[in-house]
């Protein structure tokens, strides 16, 4: 008898696979090759409890600015799989954990989302990750469907 262990929920979302693909693409040396999908990227859940821990003072981890960034490039991937137009990702933040993200498709912003208390940032579970990241992949469908012009641009 083999022992299998089950697939956490939301891990089979379209946009939890692009997140998945996006953080595996830099494993140059294939550290990560035998770890499973949710091991690669469980750092993006992250608890209430584990929430309330985390303070806000000070600089935003390294790792978890890296873990921000890859959130949007991984919605960037998923606009243009959705659309067939490549989408653009923008960050600036500051030292102390706010900032601004946008995404474009040719001139057209497709996000435009403030980030705060990025020293916090995750999820619940795989499930609302995958539910946020469908949703600002389906708002910029919107946006795109609505001003194909400018995003042709």
Do not use: C
């Not at 692009?18 to 949710?38: C, F, H, M, N, Q």
């Not at 933040?93 to 940032?121: C, N, P, Q």
Request: glycine content about 8%.
């Amino acid at each position: 008898m083999t022992d299998t262990i089950a697939r956490p929920a939301g891990l089979d979302a379209p946009f939890v696979k692009t997140l998945i693909s996006v953080w595996r693409a830099e494993d140059a040396y294939g550290v990560w090759e035998k770890l499973p999908d949710s091991k690669v990227i469980g750092e993006f859940i992250v608890t209430k409890a584990q929430r309330r821990e985390i303070p806000i003072i000070g600089d935003p981890d390294p790792d978890v600015m890296n873990r921000v960034e890859k959130f949007y490039v991984a919605v960037g991937l998923d606009i243009e799989r959705v659309t067939g137009r490549m989408a653009s990702p923008m960050m600036k933040m500051s030292h102390e954990g706010f900032g601004r993200v946008i995404l474009t498709v040719g001139r057209l912003v497709v996000i435009s989302k403030s980030l705060r208390d990025v020293h916090r940032f995750g999820f619940e579970s795989f499930e609302k990750l995958a539910e946020a990241g469908e949703k600002l992949v389906d708002e910029a469908k919107k946006w795109i469907d609505a001003y194909p012009a400018v995003a042709d641009i």
